[in-house]
């Protein structure tokens, strides 16, 4: 019921990808390279966001340090606390908040990605791909799983640059893990998706540091 649901809230979403999926296909006459196009294109669509969520996690590491002297110092007084984690804010420049809102506003779109892939109808046909021989099923061969787990990694260990805090380490090291784990019984055109995703994003936050001295870790 309940993924019923959540597939009817992004059904218009899904309709579009789908669409844009099948003119691709009828492009490239693969499957799998329409999935990777389509993955590029959406991620090309979102790098202002991408800028965005990475400057304001950037930031908000940077400040990790002096947040835990803080709540240290007023660890007896939280309220204190609270006010002076506000003042650091506004003085630093930083919206806590600011990582989040891209996240929330990517979120329809990767949902109907989601959908979109996950119900494609691939007209009858097997689409097969390099190795895959259905992308409509799981890697029989557990290679893109393994993918979708070390570019989560290598993703995470990007973004989380800096001094980390001890939940943001084990979050760095469980959520590749659980991505791979669920890899494994997601079909292979979904989990291509998101290796590409992956991909494309380690290279643009590469691009990123590579051009903004701001966003440059250290």
Known sequence: MEDSFFGSLF???ESLLSLVLGSLYSIT???????????????????????KQIKS????????PKIQKLQEKYKDNPQMAQQKLMEMYQTA?????????????QMPILMGMYYALFNFDYGGATPTFAWLPSLSE?????????????TTYFQSKMTATGEMTQQMKIMTTVMPLFIGFISLNFPSGLVLYW??????????????YRRNSDTKPA
């Open 11 to 13: 059904s218009p979403i």
């Open 138 to 150: 799981p890697d029989p061969y557990y290679i893109l799983p393994i993918l979708s787990a070390l």
């Open 29 to 51: 006459s693969s499957y799998g390279l329409a999935i990777i196009i389509l993955t590029i294109i959406i991620k090309i669509v979102l790098y202002p966001l991408t800028v």
């Open 195 to 208: 290796v590409t995703m992956n991909c494309v994003q380690i290279i643009q936050q590469w691009w990123l």
């Open 57 to 64: 996690m950037k930031a908000m590491q940077e400040l990790q």
């Open 93 to 105: 420049g930083v919206n806590p908040l600011a990582g989040c809102l891209p996240l929330l506003v």
